[in-house]
């Protein structure tokens, strides 16, 4: 007859599980997942790889442009080497923030996550907090870099340095929107908790949605156009105000700010209510 053993007992629980702890779990998924390292690499391979291309290509060109042409990039130097590795970025950002909370109910891992970790607001709170800091070190990382790349490969023709008026403020609020950017999608994956759809959102609101509003008369179209969350935010890579932007820099990033806080409030009710 085989004698039955007892299993050894656990310790007792000296302390609830908080904040610490899903933020540390947090940090685990979203480093140990191979396409997370490999889409951060993507993006920035590609969009400086593409930046420094255009820019090379634009000085190879540049006797060959009319002078008022030169003059519009003279007005605008950051448009080359900030603004167009930002678009790149963004994408890669868009789906990075969707798929941080929309893989975990695509696979069903998300009931195992609440399982461990009952409290959903602080399930949420550690995704955000987590994916917020790492999107504005990437995307602060990658702002430098794409400036000082840049600025070498157009200084023969179009000096820039940060101590320009608005640059260095540029340069920052660029890897601040890629953060709230990252956000504002999360914020589209917890409320629709599908990957395919939510990127579709995302990226229709902020490739097509956005620039349709400029097609609208008067001054309300104007205005809609103004206040649309990405293209308020945009503002902020701009180093001076145009005459015609209803919105300053900052002003713009605090709305796109106010949008993203917005939805990642009807986010955490959702979260919170309904079944995973």
Excluded: C
């Excluded at 080359?80 to 790149?88: D, H, S």
């Excluded at 941080?100 to 109910?105: F, M, P, Q, R």
């Excluded at 969350?229 to 709305?255: F, K, S």
């Amino acid at each position: 007859m085989t004698a039955l053993t007892l299993p050894v007992a656990l310790p007792p629980a000296t302390r609830k599980a908080g904040l610490g702890g899903a933020l540390r779990s947090e940090w685990t998924k979203i480093r140990t997942v191979r396409s997370t390292i490999w889409s951060l690499v993507a993006m920035a391979g590609i969009s400086i790889g593409l930046m420094s291309l255009i820019a090379w290509a634009t000085m190879h060109r540049w006797g060959r442009f009319e002078p008022r042409e030169q003059a519009d990039l003279l007005r605008h130097p950051l448009e080359i080497i900030l603004a167009r590795p930002v678009f790149v970025s963004q994408l890669v950002v868009a789906v990075l923030g969707v798929m941080v909370i929309s893989a975990e109910y695509t696979t069903g891992m998300i009931r195992s996550t609440l399982q461990a970790q009952p409290r959903r607001l602080t399930v949420l709170t550690a995704k955000i907090a987590v994916f917020a800091i790492l999107m504005l070190v990437v995307g602060e990382l990658l702002s430098f870099a794409a400036f000082f790349i840049g600025r070498q490969l157009i200084a023969a023709h179009i000096p820039v340095h940060l101590g320009d008026p608005g640059v260095t403020r540029s340069v920052i609020g660029a890897g601040l929107y890629l953060a709230v950017l990252g956000l504002f999608s999360l914020a589209f994956g917890a409320i629709l908790r599908h990957t395919a759809g939510a990127i579709t959102a995302v990226l229709g609101l902020v490739l097509i949605v956005s620039n349709l509003t400029g097609l609208l008369p008067d001054s309300w179209g104007h205005h809609i156009n103004a206040w649309m969350p990405t293209n308020a935010g945009q503002l902020i890579l701009q180093p001076q105000r145009a005459p015609d932007d209803l919105l300053g820099p900052w002003q713009g990033l605090g709305v796109f700010a106010g949008w993203t806080a917005l939805l990642l409030i009807v986010a955490a009710v959702l979260f919170r209510t309904r079944d995973a």
